[in-house]
């Protein structure tokens, strides 16, 4: 069976918990190991699964090694998904298993420690933004950080802020770390992968232009809702090939941007080997790059900007697709003013501003 995470919200206690995917259904992954210690005789079973198989994605990956191998024994007792497989019970007997298409999926970490971009990795990306006429280069290496408040779950909905007039999207293939470590060479990276997901930079490219004037990227990548990810986390000893997993991103249906892994330039490893300069931690996402196709690199990229009422769906194989509605910002008259006094700030160069 591939083991697939997500973070759901359960829909009696409202909490956000580790589920695996489970054919159509999601199995609360701590409840179905703590109905498995209690029926194997341990008095304090909920106790002690919270501690070994924690029910918050971000505690599971921080626990390690006990983590993964009590996720074994629980996915030993579900076996394979079959219609009408009997569904396993909590300590209490109470139910565990809820079908896929009714719970709300969180992003697959909620809060990461930090998102690392890696920019310009798939070379093709970075030819058609020469091609496209980008007045700035896009070398290798080139990275930025994402904030974790910009991060939406992969239902939720895109916000189109009204500083940008040019929104566009950046499907991803994320790395989900899940042993921290710095320095760590390439040969020992996969050992710190947890798995992968898939992620989608929103970037607002007017607000970029202008920043990367000073070589700086900030707000064009990290307003809110900016950061979609998910709709789970394919551990990595069940991604497949992960340098060759078809990619696809859609608006409305039309393939926008369509391309695969074996078209990266700097392999997973070495990008993993690479940021671990700065100190990996479980829960960080590093992002692999984008593929060509994006709105601000085509020749005319009006009919391409993304605007409210767009539905984006991102795809990459043996992970999933996530569906993501934009809708317009909606501003309480107090943000209104706020915005209204200070918009001029974000829609044009302040330099002689600032030296006055």
């Not at 999601?26 to 079973?45: K, N, T």
């Not at 505690?59 to 998904?81: C, I, S, T, Y």
């Not at 109470?94 to 298409?101: G, L």
């Not at 940008?164 to 020992?188: F, M, N, Q, S």
């Amino acid at each position: 069976m591939k083991r697939q995470l997500a973070t759901y919200v359960h829909p009696r206690t409202g909490d956000d918990r580790v589920g695996l995917m489970w054919g159509d259904r999601i199995v609360d992954v701590s409840a179905a190991y703590a109905g498995l210690l209690a029926r194997a005789g341990e008095r304090d079973a909920v106790g002690l699964a919270g501690k070994e198989l924690p029910p918050a994605m971000l505690a599971l990956l921080q626990r390690g090694d006990d983590a993964w191998r009590a996720l074994d024994r629980v996915v030993e007792l579900l076996g394979e998904p079959a219609s009408g497989a009997p569904a396993p019970a909590g300590p209490d007997a109470e139910p565990i298993v809820f079908d896929a298409a009714t719970v709300k999926l969180r992003a697959p970490v909620p809060r990461p420690g930090k998102i690392i971009h890696t920019a310009g990795n798939f070379r093709e990306h970075a030819r058609e933004g020469s091609q496209g006429g980008w007045e700035f280069q896009i070398p290798p290496w080139i990275s930025f950080l994402k904030c974790t408040s910009s991060i939406i779950g992969p239902d939720d909905d895109i916000v189109y802020p009204e500083l940008t007039e040019k929104l566009d999207h950046e499907i991803e293939l994320a790395i989900v770390i899940g042993k921290g470590g710095r320095y760590i060479p390439p040969e020992r990276a996969w050992e710190h992968i947890a798995g992968f997901t898939v992620f989608n930079d929103i970037s607002a490219r007017d607000l970029q232009a202008r920043e990367m004037k000073s070589g700086l990227l900030n707000l064009g990548k990290n307003l809110d809702t900016f950061a979609p990810f998910g709709p789970c986390m394919t551990l990595r000893d069940d991604i497949g090939d992960v340098h060759d997993l078809k990619i696809e991103l859609r608006v409305n249906g039309d393939p926008r941007q369509v391309s695969s892994t074996n078209r990266l330039s700097v392999k997973i490893p070495e990008i993993v080997s690479h940021w671990s300069v700065m100190r990996l931690e479980p829960g960080d996402i590093i992002s692999t790059g984008t593929v060509s196709g994006v709105a601000a690199f085509r020749p005319d990229p009006t009919d391409f900007w993304l605007k409210p009422g767009d539905l984006v769906e991102c795809e990459i194989e043996n992970i999933g697709t996530m569906r993501n509605r934009l809708v317009a910002d909606e501003l309480t008259p107090e943000q209104r003013s706020w915005l209204d006094a200070r918009r001029s700030l974000f829609a044009s160069d302040q330099t002689d501003e600032f030296r006055k």
